[in-house]
């Protein structure tokens, strides 16, 4: 025996005394390892000895917790949790205090400054505004007949005479204000609309047309008189429908090109009334129609028009169909980069350079071939391409190219 009180076999006991620490004593009065606990070794979570050679698991720590023997929590910083602003828990049971944003910024649900200025809070109406964040913010527009001042505030802006077409006579301003648009001249009246007439016999009055835009000379007011409308700038001439042309210009209206380039020669537009035809020519009539002309393809002359174009006429295309065979000439709607077809065996064919020609500045019968030709001044025809005004007879030569017969020299050209 080694411990405890055990019988001496004479009917009495024996004290055999203790075990030594970390031993107990068993029913044999034998010393044994006694494992301890965890409360013993006062831990509360992890795995540790128990002191008898076994393993004694004190359990687990909660998410975010760390074991030394004891659970214990790190407090997160505000970086770990993403926030620059207001108060957040810590993780460990604490809170977390992340400052606070400048004005005007405030701190958003998610933890984050933002602009939180509004229009409201400005005083602002329209127009795009400073949020005082470094950014802007847009306060819309106005409605219409108000406009947005300096100070971002929708405002009436008073209409003048001029902008609301009133020569004489109260009218209002379109901001509660009346204007006065002054009185007319000796022998006018001022109209229901604000305009100055001339009375007429029988009852009425005739409001007078002003000038046209770059008109000239003499033009009817529409009351029976007849206005001055001075002279041209230099350089440029009064051409007979009344308006001011520039040099070479004469009758011919709208952007005509010089030298087969840049720069264009810029001829005034056409009377009221009147079209500028693709041959730059002012006509009273509407353009014509290739149905007015019975043709389905092809670009076609039409008298007191010019060029009307009807679409590519392909080779095999009937003649008698749609072709005038008498010319044995057809230009097809490509015209200016065309070719051009004749009648051959009664179909439509590509056609040699003529040789022979008569310039006309509406058709030019030389412009045929996949290559550009035109009519000269000696009435041939020759291949549009030069290298001095040698090769163009008598015209000049740009970028390459001939002008067209009477057509205007730019310094630019050889």
């Known amino acids: 025996m080694q411990c405890g009180l055990q019988p001496d076999g004479c009917g009495g006991m024996v004290d055999c005394g203790a075990c030594p620490q970390g031993f107990a004593c068993n029913g044999a009065g034998a010393c044994v390892c006694a494992p301890q606990t965890c409360a013993q070794l006062g831990n509360s979570c992890g795995a540790w000895g128990d002191g008898c050679g076994g393993t004694l ?33 810590d993780g460990c049971g604490g809170t977390l205090a992340c400052g606070s ?4 910024e405030a701190c958003t ?66 901001c509660g204000g009346t204007l006065d648009c002054g009185t ?8 229901g609309s604000g305009a100055c007439c001339i009375p007429q ?41 009344g308006l001011c042309a520039a040099q070479g210009c004469g009758d011919l209206c709208g952007n005509i090109p010089v030298c087969n380039s ?23 009539n509407p353009p014509p129609t290739c149905a007015d ?13 010019g060029l009307i174009e009807c679409g590519i006429c392909p080779a095999g295309t009937p003649c008698s169909v749609n072709e005038d065979c008498g010319s044995g000439i057809v230009v097809d709607n490509q015209y200016f980069d065309s070719h051009c077809l004749e009648c051959v065996s009664g179909m439509c064919a590509p056609t040699p350079l003529p040789e022979a ?25 020759r291949i549009i391409g030069c290298s001095s005004a040698a090769d163009c007879n008598g015209s000049c030569c740009c970028n390459g190219s001939c002008s067209s017969p009477g057509s205007t020299c730019f310094s630019t050209c050889l």
């Open 293 to 305: 002309l019975g043709k389905t393809c092809g670009t076609w002359y039409a008298p007191s028009w």
């Open 57 to 89: 698991d004190c359990g687990t720590c909660p998410p975010g917790w760390y074991c030394f023997g004891v659970c214990a929590c790190t407090p997160a910083a505000c970086v770990d949790i993403g926030k620059s602003c207001g108060v957040w828990p």
């Open 109 to 174: 649900p998610a933890g984050a400054c933002a602009c939180t200025t509004t229009c409201a809070s400005l005083g602002k109406s329209c127009g795009t505004q400073p949020d005082g964040c470094g950014g802007s913010i847009d306060c819309g527009a106005c409605p219409a007949g108000l406009v947005c001042n300096a100070a971002g505030a929708c405002v009436c802006v008073p209409q003048t005479c001029a902008q609301l077409g009133k020569s004489c006579g109260p009218s209002s301003d379109g």
């Open 201 to 241: 016999m029988g009852g009425g009055c005739c409001v007078p047309s002003p000038c046209p835009a770059g008109a000239c000379g003499s033009h009817p007011d529409g009351c029976g008189n007849v206005l001055d409308c001075g002279s041209c700038p230099a350089g440029d001439s009064c051409n007979s429908y």
């Open 101 to 104: 944003c400048p004005a005007p």
């Open 262 to 284: 840049p720069p264009l020669l810029s001829c005034p537009g056409c009377p009221s009334g009147m079209s500028c035809s693709p041959g730059h020519e002012c006509y009273a």
């Open 357 to 381: 020609c008569t310039f006309n500045v509406l058709y030019d019968p030389c412009m045929v071939g996949y290559q550009q030709a035109t009519c000269d001044g000696s009435g041939q025809c």
């Open 184 to 191: 007319c001249s000796a022998g006018m009246s001022c109209n």
